[in-house]
């Protein structure tokens, strides 16, 4: 199995919206509708903030978003914030597997 | 709310086994819709899926290490292990517990344990 693939970096200044991309295969991303998306800060655990696609946990801010396009999963911060800096992982159900990206490191300007 | 607090060597020898053991608090291990899980980190790099085990004991295991990894649950003591077999440089990294409560995304992590080989 190979890992998702992301982009290693995007960036973006505070107020704009960025996009991550997370692209799979038909056997993973475009075959289940069970994509998550994750948040880390240095040194810190993972937390999760999409899950199925496209819903937020309790408590995950409504600036984030994501959707699904074939074999590629998306997630969209708006009106981006300084303490929206972080590495965000993709990562998807496969039949029995799980799969990660390989992470994109988002840098506010 | 679920807390989970991984424990065990945080030196292993090439060669031995790995052994960890996560403690689960705020909730039954036993939840029928719970699927426990682990998931590691290299120095510097991404997140890697290293397997899951349902309250059943049913288990699912990353295809690069299923020859080496068994997770296990005790759930007299509320807790499930990994344990990693023939161990090398490479399976250095942050070990972190997880839990899926039936949403498809792990939404508990324990604050992750560094293992060195």
């Known amino acids: 199995q190979s890992a998702l693939t992301q982009p290693a970096s995007v960036s973006g200044s505070p107020g704009q919206s960025i996009t991550i991309s997370c692209t799979g295969t038909s056997r993973d991303v475009g075959n289940y509708n069970l994509v998550s998306w994750y948040q880390q800060y240095p040194g810190k655990a993972p937390k999760l903030i999409i899950y199925e696609v496209n819903k937020r946990p309790s408590g995950v801010s409504n600036r984030f978003s994501g959707s699904k396009s074939g074999n590629t999963a998306s997630l969209t911060i708006s009106g981006l914030q300084a303490e929206d800096e972080a590495d965000y992982y993709c990562?998807?159900?496969?039949?029995?597997?799980?799969?990660f990206g390989g992470g994109t490191k988002l840098t506010v300007l | 709310q679920l807390q989970l607090q991984e424990s065990g060597p945080r030196l292993v020898r090439p060669s031995e086994t790995l052994s960890l053991t996560c403690s689960v608090s705020?909730?039954?291990?036993?939840?029928?819709?719970?699927?426990w899980g682990w998931v590691r980190q290299p120095p510097g790099k991404g997140l890697e899926w290293i397997g899951n085990?349902?309250?059943?004991?049913?288990?699912y295991y990353n295809p690069s290490l299923k020859s080496r990894v068994t997770i296990s649950v005790d759930t007299s003591k509320n807790q499930f292990s990994l344990r990693l077999n023939s161990v090398t440089a490479a399976d250095t990294a942050v070990y972190y517990c997880v839990v899926d409560t039936g949403g498809y995304g792990f939404d508990y992590w324990g604050q992750g344990s560094l293992v060195t080989v």
């Open positions: 705020g909730g039954s291990i036993s939840r029928s819709t719970y699927y």
């Open positions: 085990i349902y309250y059943s004991g049913s288990t």
């Open positions: 990562c998807s159900y496969a039949a029995g597997t799980t799969l």
